[in-house]
């Protein structure tokens, strides 16, 4: 099966994430400083959402360049990865309205969680689909950012509940891993461009 297809649907259905993350941001009910203040918790929420929105259409392009074609399980696995994003908006919603108070921050996180797993099956669905000596298989190499991020999750989880601020600092941990760039999968891919 040809790629386009799925890159063009993800594309699509990540965008539709952002933009509904951002629609149900808080606005100020007053033109004032302090009232810019209150809604600052939620606009801090959206920013995390929208960093790991953003680091997960750049990964998942950068494994789609690496490859040729896509199977069944390879969609499956994708729409596995695209249910939990879609995720993303209701539980940074109910965790900024909520106050940031334990449970929804337990919620967003195990959805963090999920994401993550869900992409290494992407990953894994797609180097089995190719063989371990494709490119892509030699590009991921170890992945030791995929293996320690599931890890800093469920740290995060634990934290959570002694504190939900300390849960959210694991959660900004993991993004800010992911935010440096990691340039295995772009070396292969420009390489394959320049062959």
Known sequence: MNKNRLEAFSDGVLAIIITIMVLELGVPHEPTWH?????????????LSFVYVGIYWNNHH?????????????????????????LFPFTTRWMDESGFVQVPVLVYGFN?????????????????????????????????K?????????????????????GLCAYTVVALIWLVPDRRVEQYVTRAGAA
């Open 35 to 47: 009232a810019l203040l209150e809604v600052l918790p939620g606009f801090l929420s959206y920013l």
């Open 62 to 86: 950068h494994l789609l360049q690496l490859v040729d074609h896509v199977s069944g399980s390879v969609l499956w696995a994708n729409l596995h990865l695209l249910f939990w994003l879609s």
């Open 112 to 144: 963090l969680l999920c994401a993550a797993i869900a992409f290494f099956v992407l990953e894994r669905s797609l180097v089995r689909l190719h063989g371990p000596d494709a490119a892509l298989a030699r590009a991921l190499g170890r992945d030791w």
């Open 146 to 166: 995929g293996k320690v991020s599931p890890l800093i999750y469920l740290a995060g989880l634990a934290l959570a509940l002694i504190h939900p601020l300390l």
